[in-house]
């Protein structure tokens, strides 16, 4: 059993900074990537950022200069630094991981968060 658990959404107003974590836990063996995706309102679920097993990060467009991807590896937690915020930025945030859960079975990254709400107004 992987479970992902998304914390730090919230209310922010422009140009306001949050901080997004996501942990995962249950049987895993390793994780080689995490990922946070996130879907606006009438809009379809985006890559927002995403780190590797090695430490490469990627992200969208959208987000680059203002966003900032991090890991813990020892915690099984992804981060997401989140500053100057601007009401696009509104949406529900989630977290993806590619892991394996045994030495058995390959990697599936069939695993998501519930999600969190980052809701940007003033």
């Known amino acids: 059993q992987v479970q992902l658990v998304e914390s730090g959404g919230g209310l922010v107003q422009p140009g306001g900074s949050l901080r997004l974590s996501c942990a995962a836990s249950?049987?895993?063996?390793?994780?080689?990537?995490m990922l946070w995706y996130r879907q606006g309102p009438g809009k379809q679920r985006e890559m927002v950022a995403a780190?590797?097993?090695?430490?490469?990060?990627n992200y969208a467009d959208s987000v680059k200069g203002r966003f900032t991807i991090s890991r813990d590896t020892a915690k099984n937690t992804v981060y997401l630094q989140m500053n100057s915020l601007k009401p696009e930025d509104t949406a529900v945030y989630y977290c993806?991981?590619?892991?394996?859960?045994?030495?058995?079975?390959?990697?599936?990254?069939?695993?998501w968060g519930q999600g969190t709400q980052v809701t940007v107004s003033s």
């Open positions: 780190i590797t097993a090695g430490g490469s990060t």
């Open positions: 993806n991981a590619d892991l394996r859960r045994s030495v058995h079975s390959g990697y599936s990254s069939a695993y």
């Open positions: 249950g049987t895993i063996v390793s994780i080689r990537a």
